[in-house]
T-cell receptor, first 112, second 114 residues
Framework: QKEVEQDPGPLSVPEGAIVSLNCTYS??????FMWYRQYSRKGPELLMY????GNKEDGRFTAQVDKSSKYISLFIRDSQPSDSATYLC????????????FGQGTELSVKP | DVKVTQSSRYLVKRTGEKVFLECVQD?????MFWYRQDPGLGLRLIYF???????EKGDIPEGYSVSREKKERFSLILESASTNQTSMYLC?????????????FGSGTQLSVL
């Protein structure tokens, strides 16, 4: 069993839809939870970062962490074609200078 | 603007060749990383370095080595390339041992080993 599981998709939605992306994990020591966005032929870029449990909102994006269920989510409201990308969840136990464990990535396509 | 530059976008090599992948960052970051990205497997850490001349094994170091002679440069070496090392290689950097959430990635090198 992988330490972090993420449905690879692909996921196709119409413009304006609410998108829900999810990851589950098995290591209860994870404390830092991140979402990266990767456009085609580019490296990943950090989109959202959350420490421990709770919600964090940034514009159309909301990240949720439920440590009791070992489950994290990324919601995209009013999705746009420019949101079409691969979304990777990542997590770490902390204080390890970038040793992240990544999910497989979910490929999202937002159709005009 | 923050920048991590990988020297090649695409590389084609033959089995048994020695391959060098170069990465340079211009942010004066202490930490540098090499990941490989494969469909269905996500990103997996090969090696990382917290300082010049220091290196640590990641999760899949077999068949790879690294070199960090200068702070800004981190090289990944495939001593004898094999077909199962065909992959996208991503270099990343971050500053400080506690700011582990902010990794800056290069655009990647797509390596094909024939």
């Amino acid at each position: 069993q992988k330490e972090v599981e993420q449905d690879p998709g692909p996921l196709s939605v119409p413009e304006g839809a609410i998108v829900s992306l999810n990851c589950t994990y098995s290591n209860s020591a994870f404390q830092y939870f991140m979402w990266y966005r990767q456009y085609s032929r580019k490296g990943p870029e950090l989109l959202m970062y959350t420490y421990s449990s709770g919600n964090k909102e940034d514009g159309r994006f909301t990240a949720q962490v439920d440590k009791s269920s070992k489950y994290i989510s990324l919601f995209i409201r009013d999705s746009q074609p420019s949101d079409s990308a691969t979304y990777l969840c990542a997590m770490s136990v902390g204080n390890q200078g970038g040793k992240l464990i990544f999910g497989q990535g979910t490929e999202l396509s937002v159709k005009p | 603007d923050v920048k991590v530059t990988q020297s090649s976008r695409y590389l084609v090599k033959r089995t048994g060749e020695k391959v060098f992948l170069e990465c340079v960052q211009d942010m004066d970051h202490e930490n540098m990383f090499w990941y490989r990205q494969d469909p269905g497997l996500g990103l997996r850490l090969i090696y990382f370095s917290y300082d010049v001349k220091m290196k640590e094994k990641g999760d899949i170091p077999e068949g790879y080595s690294v070199s960090r002679e200068k702070k800004e440069r981190f090289s990944l070496i495939l001593e004898s390339a094999s077909t199962n090392q065909t992959s996208m290689y991503l270099c990343a950097s971050s500053s400080g041992i506690t700011t582990n959430e902010k990794l800056f990635f290069g655009s990647g090198t797509q390596l094909s080993v024939l």
